[in-house]
């Protein structure tokens, strides 16, 4: 396949962004079903790396990774044998155009090398300086859409032969993670029916996710009231006005303490009103099963202007939509949180 232009690059990298992010998989953080496959990519390739990885525009996101761990007896040997680095530190992400992956997807099929010193294309790659790998065998990671989104793949520390059987085990094994994004998707259909329910609401609403607090979600009362601002941007920069009121640092607050925040009476004038007026902001963390972490924070500010909230009405709200997003996420979604259409919300799809 002949390599893509860079204009054809840089669109495919922002169509797999944007994909990633309404799937809630555009960052780092790992998650334990891609974390199971790359721990299976390893064992049945009996490979010392392994790794689930996504690709954006940017930068590579390991989710899914298997590292072995030095011990004091690993001896550095540069043909191969023990572990040419201690890589228990290895982080999540990489630059773009790092290793091995951006070729396996960028070409669209599986990519094997025998001995990374066989290609000069490959040999002069930082992995095999930063790393040691010699060998690396990576497929492409197709969602239920067949768009490449990033590859399952493995890599040795000695030459070694990707025979047949590694390889097409590799290509079953990539493709048992179908059924986890066809999930998510199912589920972003049902929260787009959870949100039809706040569309509604008397009273300005925004959903974000991760803890930059990028806007998944706005009703239209959210913009009028605060702006309107384009999904997936960081809410710090776009909502200059609710920083200001430290909005964002109770939303900081809900995030990690995994507790529903109140910021009351916050005084401000909104666009659709100039005149200052009082609010109590309501800060929710979100999850989407009891068990995932933290996802994002579901924040509702209300007009305290003759308009008392009490605590307990507060916590009825915040357990109330707790467990709306906890239901919705039963069938097994690990993490992250799928994004809508903004079709008649704050936001502009």
């Known amino acids: 396949m002949d390599a893509l232009s860079s204009d054809q690059a840089r669109l495919a990298g922002e169509q797999r962004k944007l994909r990633l992010q309404v799937l809630g998989l555009n960052t780092v953080e790992a998650e334990a079903t891609f974390d199971r496959v790359a721990r299976l990519a390893a064992g049945f390739t009996q490979s010392p790396l392994a790794m689930v990885n996504f690709i954006n525009d940017e930068r590579q996101m390991f989710r899914g990774m298997y590292v072995p761990t030095a011990s004091p007896d690993d001896q550095v040997n540069p043909d191969g044998g023990g572990i040419p680095f201690d890589l228990s530190n290895l982080t999540r992400e990489a630059p773009g155009d790092y290793g091995f992956c951006p070729h396996v997807v960028a070409q669209g099929s599986q990519l094997a090398l025998d001995d990374v010193f066989d290609y000069p294309r490959f040999k002069g790659n930082p992995l095999v300086n930063d790393l040691g790998v010699r060998s690396y065998l990576g497929t492409p990671l197709r969602d239920n859409t067949g768009m490449a989104l990033g590859t399952v793949c493995v890599a040795d520390f000695k030459p070694r032969a990707w025979d047949r059987t590694l390889r097409q085990g590799m290509q079953e094994l990539s493709e048992t993670l179908l059924s986890d994004f066809k999930l998510r998707d199912s589920l972003l259909a049902q929260q787009q029916e959870l949100f039809a329910v706040f569309d509604g609401a008397p009273f300005p609403i925004m959903l974000t996710e991760g803890p930059d607090h990028l806007l998944r979600y706005a009703n239209g009362k959210q913009g009028a009231a605060f702006g309107m601002v384009p999904q997936f941007s960081p809410g710090r920069l776009v909502l200059p006005g609710l920083e200001s009121m430290g909005v964002f640092n109770a939303m900081d607050d809900a995030f990690h303490t995994g507790q529903p925040i109140t910021l009351s009476r916050a005084s401000v004038a909104t666009y659709d009103n100039p005149s200052p007026q009082d609010f109590a902001f309501l800060c929710t963390p979100v999850r989407?099963?009891?068990g995932a972490p933290i996802s994002g924070v579901l924040t509702v500010a209300m007009n305290s202007n003759g308009q008392p909230y009490p605590g307990s009405e507060r916590q009825a709200f915040a357990a109330n939509v707790q467990e709306r997003f906890e239901r919705l996420g039963?069938?097994?979604?690990?993490?992250?949180?799928?994004?809508?259409?903004?079709?008649?919300?704050?936001?502009p799809h």
């Open 330 to 347: 039963a069938g097994g979604l690990p993490g992250g949180m799928p994004g809508r259409r903004m079709d008649g919300g704050g936001y």
């Open 288 to 290: 989407t099963s009891p």
